[in-house]
């Protein structure tokens, strides 16, 4: 197997999400369950770098929740997926849970 040349971007944020703290090195169950890829902070369609600076540890939650929205930082990135998780929860309590149907 060869190494992955952004083994090192993992290694520094020590196999952790930056976005909601999932992974981790010592727990395989929870590293395996977090799905670690390699985000774009500022995604490449905004102009976003390459560069180890604009690279982050993300599980595919938050990556595929993050998307290709225009964030400039780490905490950006933070808010923006709370702030789209609460709008799939409150889809999620309109369209998809039963939970309200017999009240
Ligand atoms: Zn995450």
């Not at 290694?11 to 774009?40: M, P, V």
């Not at 290709?68 to 369209?95: H, M, P, T």
Request: hydrophobic share 30%; net charge positive.
């Amino acid at each position: 197997m060869t190494r992955d040349p952004r083994h090192h971007i993992y290694e520094r944020d020590k196999w952790t999400c930056q976005y909601c703290g999932r992974g981790g090195s010592d727990d395989f169950q929870a590293w395996n369950e977090a799905w670690l890829a390699i985000d774009h902070i500022t995604p490449k369609k905004h102009g976003g770098s390459d560069k180890d600076s604009n690279l982050v540890v993300a599980c595919h939650m938050c990556n595929s929740v993050k998307a290709a929205d225009l964030c400039k930082s780490v905490e950006e990135g933070r808010l923006i997926i709370a702030r789209k998780n609460q709008g799939r929860k409150e889809w999620f309590n309109k369209y998809v849970s039963k939970s309200e149907e017999n009240t």
